[in-house]
């Protein structure tokens, strides 16, 4: 009898043990997904920028953010490049709004010529 409440008790461990980790390994996936989606996204956004709309743009911005999202896929890291391109490009400078504004500087008064 003692016997039979242990086997219970090691089955009921076991399927609850089981369920945990099924239950974690599709919360994982889901995140995995999410990351996935968010790269896609990202590469997408980038494609489609123009090189003025990108923040402290360069002659080579667009092709600077396309390289790293391309070669943040073949590492393994391709979510965590998508978050990058997340915050430093498309919070910083929203689609559609051009080139960022720099608020202008107040003009300098004249300076008496020196002699």
Do not use: H
């Not at 461990?13 to 919360?27: I, K, Q, S």
């Amino acid at each position: 009898m003692l016997i039979a409440q242990n086997e219970q008790a090691a089955v009921a461990a076991a399927l609850g043990f089981g369920w945990f980790m099924v239950c974690f390994w599709v919360v994982f996936a889901l995140v995995a997904l999410a990351l996935f989606v968010f790269w896609i996204i990202a590469i997408i956004d980038c494609a489609q920028r123009k090189n003025e709309e990108f923040p402290n743009a360069t002659e080579n911005s667009k092709t600077t953010w396309l390289v790293i999202l391309l070669v943040s896929w073949v590492v393994g890291l391709s979510g965590v490049a998508g978050l990058v391109y997340y915050f430093m490009v498309m919070r910083k400078a929203p689609r559609g709004k051009g080139t960022i504004e720099v608020p202008p500087q107040q003009p300098q008064p004249p300076q008496p010529p020196q002699s």
